[in-house]
């Protein structure tokens, strides 16, 4: 039906749509969580709190799975380097996702405050450790990681884990953490109410004001750092085969698809926008625009990334010429036809039975509502 070319754009596309749906969905549960112990003084509270999302995470952590699983079949070189030379963030990740429900389920097992002062501290730090690293990780992708391949295109990745945290990685670390801050705040200020949700408010106020200061220095810092361009003639339809084209590294070059489509610069726009709208809707306590404003701002500010890079998908800054392209880093013309059957049948579905999850789970969530059967 598509011809392979199409076929890699609509899985790069497809890409960034199912990490903007695990940040747009899960990303409010990290924010949550990381303001656990901020906005929530006695356990009431915090049991309040954790119950605005304790329903609905596990079916928000599924688009996590299903970004995995889309790199692991639709670019597999991709997901070669990255797990492979991210290992050790990738674990940190894990574990405080592995961590989560573990202390969802177990926090309100006994009644001993202590007992239940451990298994918060253990949520906040799964909501604060993956928001910074998805975000370090990120920076380190824009500046290129140390990756070259051998003749038989096996992968090799010569950084260290403590060279990912650099200065600029580190700043796109906090842009991400304050972005899920306020995120989570503007859907505390929707699903709870009382104490807890006028702290939210406040400190969801900060965050948005974080946001919008943090990703415009991210944006002056981008237009003067090193870029990566492919100089060589380049085939769409051609084998995935990343040892082909030369690539040279200039500052500014995340910029050019701006220059030549001008448009695009609505994308960054729209990320600014949104923490706007969330900070108004936040301060006249509208809930409804501060939530849809957190969840523009965080749909932009990620398709920035993919847009500033694109056709890059993970440029190598010990060997450029090795990066990673949308046009020779994707599994065969087959596999992506078969895999694009599959979503198309099944993406609905979820997205369906999501919409009914939360139109039944729907409603502010007050202490007094909250029992021991509940987290």
């Known amino acids: 039906m598509f011809d ?57 952590q599924v688009w996590f799975i299903l970004g995995g699983g889309a ?19 990738m674990f940190l990740i894990l574990s405080a996702l592995i961590i989560r429900p573990v202390a969802f389920k177990f926090r309100s097992k006994r009644d001993e405050p202590a007992w239940r002062a451990r298994w918060d501290a253990a949520l906040c730090f799964s909501g604060v450790v993956p928001a910074l690293i ?15 391949f051998d003749s038989s295109l096996r992968p090799f990745y010569t950084g260290s884990f403590f060279a990912l945290l650099n200065p600029f990685a580190l700043l796109c670390g906090l842009v991400s953490l304050a972005m899920l801050i306020l ?37 002056f810092w981008v237009s003067h750092m090193d870029g990566y361009r492919i100089v060589t003639a380049m085939d769409p339809q051609g084998p995935s085969n990343p040892l082909r084209k030369e690539v040279v590294s200039e500052a500014g070059i995340w910029l ?33 625009l501060s939530f849809l404003g957190s969840k523009l701002s965080v749909a932009a500010i990620i398709t920035t990334v993919g847009v500033s890079m694109f056709p890059m998908i993970l440029p190598s800054s010990s060997d450029p010429g090795h990066s990673l392209t949308v046009w020779d880093s994707s599994s065969s013309h087959y596999t992506l036809g078969v895999m694009l059957f599959a979503t198309v049948v099944f993406l609905p579905i979820i997205l369906l039975y999501t919409a009914w999850v939360y139109k039944v789970l729907w409603g502010k969530v007050s202490e007094s509502d909250v029992n021991k059967d509940m987290y």
């Open 256 to 288: 050019n698809n701006y220059r030549a489509q001008p448009v695009l610069w609505l994308v960054p726009l729209a990320g600014f926008a949104g923490a706007v709208l969330a900070l108004m809707g936040l301060f006249w306590r509208v809930g409804a």
């Open 4 to 60: 392979y070319e199409v076929l890699r754009l609509i899985w790069w596309a497809l890409l960034g749509v199912l990490l903007v749906a695990f940040a747009v969905t899960d990303g409010f549960d990290m924010g949550v969580a990381a303001l656990l112990p901020a906005v929530a003084r006695s356990d009431g509270q915090r049991r309040q709190v954790i119950n605005t999302v304790g329903p609905v995470w596990e079916g928000n």
């Open 183 to 219: 995120h989570g705040a503007t859907w505390l200020q929707i699903k709870a109410d009382g104490e807890p949700a006028e702290r939210a408010r406040k400190f969801g106020m900060v965050a948005a004001i974080v946001v919008i200061v943090l990703f415009a220095v991210g944006g």
């Open 134 to 148: 998805f975000g370090v990780a990120v920076g380190n992708v824009l500046q290129g990681v140390p990756f070259h």
């Open 71 to 89: 790199i692991f079949a639709a670019w597999p070189a991709l997901y070669a380097v990255s797990f492979s030379g991210f290992y050790l963030a």
